[in-house]
């Protein structure tokens, strides 16, 4: 029996704008889904989700991962067991996660002898065909740790600040965000293109600030960020009266993280306002998280 996790993520800056090759910087966090796999005579998957066999309604990810595994080992029963501290379906990466660490207990539990920059690839190719369009973002994240930079594959400095994650308990798919940002492109080009374009700017040069750890520089950014994902459609309601609750007890930044809609805010704090920060979001009636950066990827549990 192989267990491994992956570990979820927050967007600094750049979700959507990188599905379309803009930059983006992006912070894996020390919150962790757990894959258990093993060997037995039928392929059964449980989850939170349900038990099922290959189901691509219920299990989309981890029913494609024993696919694409089949093509590096032979098998045919498997039990696999998820068992995740992530949101589904709330910004903070979960498919992605999830799709990693099942990706590595297999790759364990057959010796397929994969390597990192393997699992990240095989990792892209499951989101891009259950999400429809995908940057590489989420699972190269998942599964090398850190703070990177995405197209460009760049470690950058770690954060090491808290970070407050606030959850609308709205679950938000992020096949259909994807999709509504491509449809409002395709409708008006030349004024969500421009858009996307300066989060990918933003990005570059937000860089440079995090790796001198200028987080009130970065901040500022974050909150620019905020506002253009706003402006594409990706925002609402409960996640804008998440942001200004955090702004306004203290947060250096704060910005919807993920494809939006629903699902999850982030903010940054200092030592000393993240409970402060926490708290105001909890009284809007809301969810909160405080996490660190983790610079630990995808790892084998046992
Ligand atoms: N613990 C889990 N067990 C099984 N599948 C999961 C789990 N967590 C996430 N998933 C899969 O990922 C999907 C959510 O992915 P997505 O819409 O990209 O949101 P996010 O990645 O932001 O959580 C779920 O509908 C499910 O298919
Ligand atoms: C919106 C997007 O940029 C990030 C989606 O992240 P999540 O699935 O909401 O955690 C999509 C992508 O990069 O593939
Ligand atoms: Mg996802």
Redesign the pocket.
């Known amino acids: 029996m192989i267990t491994c996790s992956a570990p ?1 993520k927050i967007y600094l800056f750049g979700e959507h704008a990188v599905v379309y090759g803009h930059s983006a910087i992006c912070c894996a966090i020390d919150i962790r ?1 757990r894959v258990q796999v093993e060997k037995c005579d039928s392929i059964v ?1 449980e ?3 349900g038990r099922t066999g290959i189901d691509h309604d ?5 029913s494609r991962v024993i696919e694409k595994m089949q093509e590096h080992a032979e098998f045919k029963g498997l039990r696999v067991r ?3 501290k ?14 990693v660490a099942g990706i590595q207990a297999l790759n364990h539990l057959f010796g397929c002898g994969l390597q990192l920059e393997d699992i990240a690839r095989i990792g892209h190719s499951i ?1 891009k065909e ?2 429809g369009n995908a940057s590489p973002t ?1 699972t190269y994240v998942s599964t090398m740790g850190g703070v990177v930079m995405i197209p460009q594959r760049r470690k950058l400095q770690a954060l090491d600040c808290p970070i407050v994650i606030g959850n609308t308990g709205r ?6 965000l994807v999709a509504n940002v491509a449809k409002l492109k395709g409708e008006f080009p030349e004024i969500i293109d421009p858009i996307l374009e300066d989060i990918g700017s933003m990005s570059a040069i937000a860089e440079e600030y995090v790796n001198r750890k200028d987080y009130l520089t970065i901040g500022r950014l974050m909150n620019v960020n905020h506002g253009l994902l706003d402006a594409i459609g990706v925002g609402g309601p409960e996640l804008s009266a998440l942001v200004y609750a955090a702004r306004n007890s203290g947060a250096t930044a704060a910005k919807i993280t ?2 939006g809609g629903g ?2 805010m982030v903010a940054l704090a200092d030592e000393n306002s993240a409970q402060r920060i926490a708290k105001a979001i909890r009284d809007t009636g809301a969810e909160a998280l405080i996490t660190r950066n983790t610079g630990e990827g995808v790892r084998l549990e046992s």
């Open positions: 979820g889904t998957i989850s939170v989700l219920i299990h989309p990810y981890v998820v068992d995740s992530l949101p589904v379906g709330s910004g903070l990466g979960s498919s992605a996660a999830v799709t989101e259950v999400q989420d679950f938000s798919s992020t096949r259909e993920g494809a699902g999850c």
